[in-house]
């Protein structure tokens, strides 16, 4: 006769899509807005430990100078291809260290992206969509950060070092923002309490005192997010000496290189150590629309170095096979070269590389025609890329959140992750 | 079963009598009791149990914050915690209603709501529109003449379309979802997934801004830099969905339309017209026919089945926490509410008092339902029935504000009476992208560590700290004092003694003592989120 469930309580399709069955939290709960339970996802990601580093190529970088070289041609410029240790694949000259590393790295030639300046480029090779689209959408690192994160860490989940992204943490909420530190590897402003110890203590106590009294009473979510973040500060604090690098480096400084980039590499390895899930290192600079060949083999000199030696002392301590190492920049460069000996911004092809977690290394994944001005086969978008990152680290790549009323995947439709990398 | 049955439909009845009853004797009965009516009227049908009435304390800073964005001062607390007149919480209302903090905290939220957080730099350096804001709701203008002067765009309103700048499909999506609580934007690629909207009538309101041009009059900024100015020509080029899009594509011109109602009737254009330039600010020339003007018109005409239902459902979020439709701009059909007569008697009295919003808000806040306590079992942040008080956290104008009301910090000059950057950058934006509250790391890395709230702890002659350092009272008195200027309410037995022991410790600097106690009172949970 009467139906007498009130009707909100029906699971309309537009309440089924909005998730509204869940109630709300800004808790540290995963996937929060997720359909499919996304919290067992979070604790499985968490315990194999994944882990990501991103060498971000600020500016974008030369791939005819560096991983698609084509010599001879007249977009080849002065450098020379090397080969490396394996056959077929070769690299520029001034990555020497790199090329005994090639077993290790899937060179990804093919890259046919959508931005092609700086601040939609690097807004769109950290989300993987288009920045006029307006949508708040995340970094890389905070999804990273969010389904590859353990909650209770004393570290922040996403950090980075440098130049780097400009997109934040988006509708995952500032729970997820990275946490930035200095070029030259100094924490931030206000990471250093200005009490001693004990004081800091006490006034811990007196606070968590103030909050166990209001939860006597009060039991809206917001209070323990806002405890929760609280104690997230405290932690840093305890726990920031894995940032100090400098009683390692006399040890690493020669094979990591004595660069910005070398230091925060290493840092990068030991937050790796720590359980940091992704961290963000950026290298300046690559936007050579002048001078291209003397601002890339600069360049190089530190990159080689750093980014092979990561390779090995992953690889030493049994990392490798569970963080990703990615090189990549917002945009490639033109194989044209101006009247400055300069090369330009160039999006129709350019080079990524990946390397570990998984991913099958030694080989060259799509190629360019004889200039390097165009795709020859095996185009790969950034959705794509960026599903072969997030599953690589047990992320699922159409893994849905909200704004407001409307859905959001963390990749776009039709995004796949690229098979003859991840197996 | 069939006894259940019988009473169950005889429940059902009642309550329709009841609530026709509602209806016919709703002519007379003042808002606040409708409210009060409906809400009670859910409870008990949905068999929820709420709390009781918020204390005095509760509610003096609520409503301090809710109306004027700040919470009151030491002398304010004490007077109306001692108040025995049992009037005191109305005449409250009514106070906070005339200060002048009440026209600026609502422009605050305006200005937000219009801009959003982002704003481009131009925008942002210019303010936005929230002086013009200020001098409006300190005047009570109505809402529906607010909304017609913001978009006619002619004296001191031109930011909001500026903003849009030659994007008119963003001037859509924000007029439609902000005054007619519509969210049109998926309709802007393709046809709405499962609301009525197409793409159609997406450009069809489209075309009441394609025609907008944003005239920079550069010079000094205090005049307003930007000018609106309106086309006689020009349509939107319909080119089908978004994914169909390849350059070069012709499109088909699409005429105005009305959301969910008549095409635009526009007189046709002589055959020899010309369209003349606008490149002089001081001389721009009128459109022939205005499709904003009718624009205008037509979304605060009393009998636009959106525009009384937008505000009232927002304004009452504002001060209940969720709006009765929630999302508060996604007043669907497909978008279920518990309280839909409720909404119906509030879009209704909205049109009968002309959009009067300080007799509205003076109703919402004079209702049993806002009054009632932040304490109890639900976990929500925003109850659904509103079945206890909603929790959100103070904006960062809020915090910056009450941090200086609680401290007793006085700014040093006008420019330091605005929220400073880093309050916006820490406390600006704590939700995710369903609108919860989320804590960040940031902003508590900034109020443990940073050197700036130590200096509006410590900083200046007649602060907080320097009276309870300076005072010569015994500690307990000291610590009511505390807790009356910072949490406006005297401390709990087990508070007192447990501050007490701390001030009074030997084992610190008094100084110091002091600092780390009124820090804990602006950090605590309690501080942060108005309940």
Not at chain 1, 121 to 146: D, F, N, Q, W
Not at chain 1, 293 to 301: D, L, Q, S, T
Not at chain 2, 107 to 133: C, Q, T
Not at chain 2, 477 to 502: G, I, S, W, Y
């Amino acid at each position: 006769m009467h139906n007498l469930c009130p009707k909100i309580e029906h699971v309309s399709r537009r309440a089924f899509l909005k998730g509204a069955l869940a109630t709300g939290t800004g808790l540290a709960l995963p996937n929060w807005g997720g359909l499919f339970n996304s919290q067992t996802m979070a604790a499985d990601t968490a315990k194999k430990r994944k882990a990501c580093i991103l060498i971000w190529a600020n500016g974008g970088a030369s791939q005819l100078d560096t991983f698609d070289m084509k010599p001879g041609r007249p977009t080849g410029g002065p450098f020379r291809p090397m080969q490396s240790k394996i056959p077929g694949i070769q690299l520029c000259e001034y990555l020497p260290k790199m090329a005994q590393h090639v077993d290790k790295l899937a060179i990804i030639r093919s890259m046919k992206t959508q931005s092609p300046d700086h601040p939609d480029g690097i807004y769109h090779m950290h989300t993987c969509y288009k920045m006029s689209e307006r949508m708040p959408h995340p970094e890389l690192g905070a999804m990273i950060a969010k389904y590859a994160g353990n909650i209770d860490a004393d570290l922040p989940s996403f950090i980075r070092m440098g130049p780097t992204g400009n997109a934040g943490s988006g509708y995952l909420g500032p729970q997820y923002e990275p946490f930035g530190i200095g070029r030259d590897g100094r924490l931030g402003g206000f990471t250093s309490a200005y009490l001693d110890e004990k004081e800091e203590k006490r006034r811990a106590e007196l606070f968590r005192f103030m909050e166990e009294q209001n939860g006597k009473l009060n039991k809206a979510e917001p209070f323990d997010s806002h405890r929760f973040a609280k104690e997230r500060a405290w932690k840093l604090l305890r726990a920031k000496k894995v940032f100090d690098i400098s009683k390692d480096w006399d040890q690493y400084k020669d094979r990591y290189g004595d660069s910005d980039l070398g230091r925060g590499l290493l840092m990068a390895r030991k937050l790796v150590e720590a359980g940091v899930p992704f961290i963000e290192i950026g290298h300046d600079n690559y936007d050579s629309h002048a001078d291209n060949f003397v601002c890339h083999k600069a360049n190089m000199n530190q990159l080689d170095p750093a980014w092979s030696t990561l390779l090995e002392d992953l690889g030493e301590r049994g990392l490798l096979q569970d963080t990703l190492v990615v090189w990549m920049g917002e945009v490639g460069r033109t194989p044209n070269i101006n009247n400055r000996a300069g090369r330009d911004h160039y999006i129709r092809a350019w080079t990524i590389v990946l390397a570990g977690a998984g991913i099958k290394g030694g080989q060259q994944y799509g190629s360019t025609d004889q200039d390097g001005k165009d795709v020859k086969d095996n185009p790969v978008s950034e959705g794509d890329l960026f599903s072969t990152i997030y599953h690589s680290l047990g992320v699922d790549p159409r893994v849905k959140h909200y704004v407001g009323t409307r859905p959001i995947w963390a990749t776009p439709e039709g995004s796949k992750p690229i098979k003859e990398l991840v197996g | 079963m069939k006894l259940a049955r019988l009473i169950a439909c005889k429940a059902i009845v009642l309550l329709a009598i009841v609530t026709f009853a509602q209806g016919d004797a709703a002519r007379g009965q003042p808002l606040r009791q409708l409210i009060d009516a409906q809400v009670k009227a859910g409870w008990q049908a949905d068999q929820v149990t709420p709390v009781g009435r918020a204390d005095d304390a509760a509610f003096l800073r609520r409503v301090y914050l809710d109306l004027t964005g700040d919470i009151p001062n030491y002398d304010d607390t004490v007077k109306f915690l001692a108040d025995k007149d049992p009037q005191k919480r109305a005449k409250l209302i009514d106070r906070l209603l005339d200060d002048p903090r009440y026209a600026e905290h609502q422009a605050d939220e305006w200005n937000l709501i219009l801009f959003g957080r982002h704003p481009s730099e131009e925008i942002r350096k210019l303010g936005g529109v929230r002086d013009w804001l200020a001098e409006r709701f300190a005047k009570n203008i109505p809402y529906d003449q607010l909304v017609r002067e913001l978009l006619l765009a002619e004296k001191g309103t031109e930011n909001f379309y500026a903003q849009f700048n030659r994007k008119p499909e963003d001037t859509t999506v924000a007029v439609t979802r902000i005054f007619l609580g519509t969210q049109l934007q998926c309709a802007r690629c393709h046809d709405h997934p499962f609301e009525r909207w197409t793409q159609k009538d997406f450009y069809g309101m489209t075309g009441f801004f394609v025609r907008l041009v944003v005239v920079d009059k550069g010079g000094a900024a205090k005049d307003g830099r930007y000018l609106i100015a309106e086309k006689s020509t020009g349509d939107v080029l319909f080119t089908g969905e978004a994914k169909d899009q390849t350059p070069g594509k012709k499109g088909e011109p699409v005429k105005p339309k009305f959301l969910g109602a008549a095409v635009l009737e526009e007189p046709e254009l002589p055959k020899d017209f010309k369209e003349p330039d606008f490149k002089n600010p001081k001389n721009l020339p009128s459109p022939k026919f205005s499709r904003k003007a009718k624009l205008a018109d037509w979304v605060v005409a009393a009998d636009n089945p959106y525009f009384a239902r937008a505000v009232a459902n927002r304004v009452w979020a504002q001060f209940l926490g969720r709006g009765i439709v929630h999302p508060v701009d996604d007043l669907s059909e497909k978008n279920p509410t518990r309280h839909a007569k409720l909404l119906e008697i509030l879009a209704g009295q909205m049109v009968e008092h002309k959009f009067d919003l300080k007799w509205y808000i003076r109703e919402l806040c004079n209702s049993e339902t806002y009054q009632l306590a932040a304490s109890g079992p639900v976990t929500d942040a925003l109850p659904r029935w509103y079945e206890r008080a909603r929790v959100r956290p103070l904006s960062a104008e809020e915090m910056f504000r009450a941090i200086h009301t609680a401290t007793g910090y006085e700014p040093k000059d006008k420019k330091g009476s605005r929220v400073d950057d880093y309050f916006l950058r820490y406390l600006g934006e704590p939700m995710n992208g369903r609108g919860d509250f989320q804590g960040s790391l940031n902003e508590h890395l900034f109020f443990n560590n940073s050197g700036n709230l130590r200096t509006m702890i410590r900083d200046g002659k007649n602060n907080l700290y320097r009276t309870i350092l300076d005072s010569k009272d015994p500690w307990d008195q000291k610590v009511d004092r505390m807790f009356l200027t910072v949490l406006n309410r005297p401390p709990r037995a087990e508070e007192k003694e447990r501050f007490v022991d701390h001030l009074s410790s030997a084992d610190g600097k008094p100084d110091v003592l002091v600092e780390e106690a009124i820090w804990v009172l602006l950090s605590c949970a309690e501080f942060r989120f108005n309940k």
